[in-house]
T-cell receptor, first 115, second 112 residues
Framework: KAGVTQTPRYLIKTRGQQVTLSCSPISGHRSVSWYQQTPGQGLQFLFEYFSETQRNKGNFPGRFSGRQFSNSRSEMNVSTLELGDSALYLC??????????????FGNGTRLTVT | DQQVKQNSPSLSVQEGRISILNCDYTNSMFDYFLWYKKYPAEGPTFLISISSIKDKNEDGRFTVFLNKSAKHLSLHIVPSQPGDSAVYFCAASGDSWGKLQFGAGTQVVVTP
């Protein structure tokens, strides 16, 4: 079974631009969550989607948004990029229901650098 | 507000010895706890978990202990191996499974 796939692996953008990151969950998984990892803040929860609906949102500004498609694939978008948005963005998937029997599985992330 | 805390940023242990990683939490609504291991340039990999109704869970070399009254959990790795050198994250889940609160991580180095 293929794992969680995130594209692209690396991205360099300039301040003020916007960026879209993509995530394909494990086949059969209907829940997708996004996390931001920075050296200073650790792993911070961004949002969680289940069956195309946002189920939870973390404490991030409105410049961060996401969506989930009917095939469970997910994208997150960051508009008006700031230097502080430089981070590793991680996507994770789980079956969604009865999920205490199955932990979150993470992809290898997209490394975003804002210059 | 850091609800999950790993107060030791690093741990060095000799190969074959026990590694003990600690984690404290403040939110009594957390009902599931997990440990993840992370290598550089990779995503976190699930290691072991424990429900709040238990006080111990074991899987091979890994054992997690939960002390609810102290809001404390620990991960024991016995025996430690060089491949265990990585960053270990403690995480907790409360209101939704996909929303985990992570600790800051502990860098473990296993020396020969």
């Amino acid at each position: 079974k293929a794992g969680v796939t995130q594209t692209p692996r690396y991205l360099i953008k300039t301040r003020g631009q916007q960026v879209t990151l993509s995530c394909s969950p494990i086949s059969g998984h209907r829940s997708v969550s996004w996390y931001q990892q920075t050296p200073g803040q650790g792993l911070q929860f961004l949002f969680e989607y289940f069956s195309e609906t946002q189920r939870n949102k973390g404490n991030f500004p409105g410049r961060f948004s996401g969506r989930q498609f009917s095939n469970s694939r997910s994208e997150m978008n960051v508009s008006t990029l700031e230097l502080g948005d430089s981070a590793l963005y991680l996507c994770a998937s789980s079956p969604g229901r009865s999920s205490y029997n199955s932990p979150l599985h993470f992809g290898n992330g997209t490394r975003l650098t804002v210059t | 507000d850091q609800q999950v805390k790993q107060n030791s940023p690093s741990l060095s242990v000799q190969e074959g010895r026990i590694s003990i990683l600690n984690c404290d939490y403040t939110n009594s609504m957390f009902d599931y706890f997990l440990w993840y291991k992370k290598y550089p340039a990779e995503g976190p990999t699930f290691l072991i978990s424990i429900s709040s109704i238990k006080d111990k869970n074991e899987d091979g070399r890994f054992t997690v202990f939960l002390n609810k009254s102290a809001k404390h959990l620990s991960l024991h790795i016995v025996p430690s191996q060089p491949g265990d050198s990585a960053v270990y994250f403690c995480a907790a889940s409360g209101d939704s499974w996909g929303k985990l609160q992570f600790g800051a991580g502990t860098q473990v180095v296993v020396t020969p």
